[in-house]
């Protein structure tokens, strides 16, 4: 089983709607989450830390359920600029990320 | 603030030519280094990575290697490419927590 699996999409949504990506995780010995946006042909970015249960910065919601397994993000009120391949990113501790594949999402006018 | 430069950006090597990436980070002391690659299609995967001076990690067998002479250099450097060694690497530093800042990448072309 993969540590980090995420849905590879594309998610198609339009302008102003609310879209959801989950993150399924192995290791339960992560200690911290992480989302990336990576734009076409780009480097990843930091989008949001996960360190407990959640997180929240204007229209992004990260969650994270320990029972379960996953993360979550959340995005209200899509724009077209949000069209972009979102990574999910467990860090157990031994100096190293382990990276999803990433969801890819495209918002429509 | 901390800024990382990753250079070239951009390479097309023939098969069987050495190959040299520079990663060099601004601002900060003693972070800990890495190399990713990514290739078409698919996730990151992390090739090497350093905590220190001349302390390099190797996480996949293969003909690629990683230097860190300085507290802020990192190298990656093969001998003799393949055509498997194509895609996008990426350098990123952190200091602790696992929060990653990448590089703009390396487009690596092996013909």
């Known amino acids: 089983r993969k540590e980090v699996e995420q849905d590879p999409g594309p998610f198609n949504v339009p302008e102003g709607a609310t879209v959801a990506f989950n993150c399924t995780y192995s290791n339960s010995a992560s200690q911290s989450f992480f989302w990336y946006r990576q734009d076409c042909r780009k480097e990843p970015k930091l989008l949001m830390s996960v360190y407990s249960s959640g997180n929240e910065d204007g229209r992004f919601t990260a969650q994270l359920n320990r029972a379960s397994q996953y993360i979550s993000l959340l995005i209200r009120d899509s724009k077209l600029s949000d069209s972009a391949t979102y990574l999910c990113a467990g860090y157990s501790g031994y100096s190293t990320l382990t990276f999803g594949k990433g969801t890819m999402l495209l918002v429509s006018p | 603030s901390q800024t990382i430069h990753q250079w070239p950006a951009t390479l097309v090597q023939p098969v069987g030519s050495p190959l040299s990436l520079e990663c060099t980070v601004e601002g900060t002391s003693n972070p800990n280094l890495y190399w990713y690659r990514q290739a078409a299609g698919r996730g990151l995967q992390l090739l090497f990575y350093s905590v220190g001076i001349g302390q390099i990690s190797s996480e996949v067998p293969q003909n690629l290697s990683a230097s860190r002479p300085q507290d802020r250099q990192f190298i990656l450097s093969s001998k003799k490419l393949l055509l498997s060694d194509s895609g996008f690497y990426l350098c990123?530093?952190?200091?602790?927590?696992?929060?990653?800042?990448f590089g703009e990448g390396s487009r690596l072309t092996v013909l």
């Open positions: 990123a530093w952190t200091m602790d927590r696992g929060e990653l800042f």
